[in-house]
């Protein structure tokens, strides 16, 4: 898309009754490609614009590009006013907890009446059944689904560092509109949208149930799997730092030994094949670890560079906004 056309959704007008990271992801999405997007707020605004600790980010990440309107929906004022705007709406997208929208008369059999070509983004915890009416949360159905189990050393469970699930739960969400638009341009009538949190991780969780159901008894943790390659963890450097390496292939395996100075290794048949390097493990780990004990951070990171391997420096979040690549490509909005 050239700087001179329009935005994909330019013209589309979406209403944003989202709260904290899965309804206000999804309209970011859409935002972020050129539709109107007005956020309705309490009187007070949303909660998470006051938010601390780990939710300081929450607000002005997940609702840029967008346009907000605060209004009492107990009001008969404020509902009227928002019955006009969804007369008016291409999107309506929500994640309140379940019956919210229809106890206040703005459930999606009400508001097909008022406008019959509206997309109706329904975000919650669980699709329909056993589970509908269940207040969830990001880290609830990460236990439920085992994606905590997965992430979390054995016997530790632990949720993935990010909003994982809420991100993916509003994407799926952003994907059914995008959906939803196209059949109502051949339809001209609107569409209901599910997406949930549960169901979101399910889909997280497949490559894992795919293994399950391949095996005799329980899936490992990711922190205690057997590697499918002989090299693909953390080393430390001579400067105290960490550098991931992963050497997934025979050719990687050359380029490294090449690269690094190991001819030893390149020529120990003991070690030719990925498998035999598996097996090797136990003699294999300490003389890598070694090498890249006497090496810095940089240094390991252009030799990695050199052999055209997957590597990476452990970083922070606040190295983000100092990284070369997201400075040169303009990928990092102030």
Not at 263 to 290: F, H, K, T, W, Y
Not at 307 to 327: C, G, K, M
Request: with cysteine; aromatic share 8%.
């Amino acid at each position: 898309m050239s700087e001179t056309s329009p935005a994909p959704l330019a013209g589309v007008r979406v209403l944003d009754f989202g709260h904290t990271v899965m309804g206000p992801c999804c309209g970011l999405i859409l935002a972020d490609l050129g539709a109107e997007v007005i956020k309705v707020e309490p009187v007070g605004g949303e909660r998470t614009r006051n938010l601390r600790g780990f939710g300081i980010g929450y607000f002005g990440y997940f609702n840029r590009n967008k346009k907000s309107l605060c209004v009492d929906l107990k009001s008969p004022r404020g509902l009227d006013l928002v019955r006009k705007l969804i007369a008016r709406s291409d999107v309506l997208l929500e994640n309140f907890a379940p019956g919210t929208m229809e106890r206040m008369g703005l459930g999606y059999e009400v508001l097909t009446q008022v406008n019959p070509r509206l997309i109706y983004c329904d975000l919650k915890g669980f699709l329909p059944g056993p589970y509908e009416n269940r207040q969830a949360l990001d880290e609830v159905v990460q236990m439920m689904a085992g994606l905590a189990y997965m992430t979390g050393p054995p016997g530790r469970p632990l949720r993935a560092g990010t909003s994982v699930v809420d991100i993916v739960a509003g994407m799926f969400g952003a994907i059914g509109v995008l959906v939803g638009l196209g059949q109502r341009d051949k339809t001209s009538t609107g569409h209901r949208i599910q997406s949930a949190l549960f169901e979101s991780t399910v889909f997280l969780m497949g490559q894992h149930l795919s293994y399950a159901a391949q095996i005799e008894g329980a899936v490992p943790p990711m922190t205690a799997r057997v590697s499918a390659w002989a090299v693909y963890e953390t080393f430390g450097t001579s400067d105290g730092k960490k550098i991931f390496v992963g050497i997934t292939s025979d050719r990687h395996w050359d380029r490294f030994c090449r690269v690094f100075g190991l001819p030893g290794l390149l020529e120990d048949p003991g070690l030719a094949s990925n498998n035999d390097r598996i097996a090797a493990r136990d003699r294999l780990i300490p003389i890598v670890r070694n090498v890249f004990a006497n090496l810095t951070l940089d240094a390991a990171l252009e030799l990695c560079e050199q052999a055209t391997i997957p590597f990476a420096p452990v970083a922070r979040p606040e190295d983000l906004l100092t990284d070369r690549h997201l400075q040169q490509t303009g990928a990092l909005l102030d």
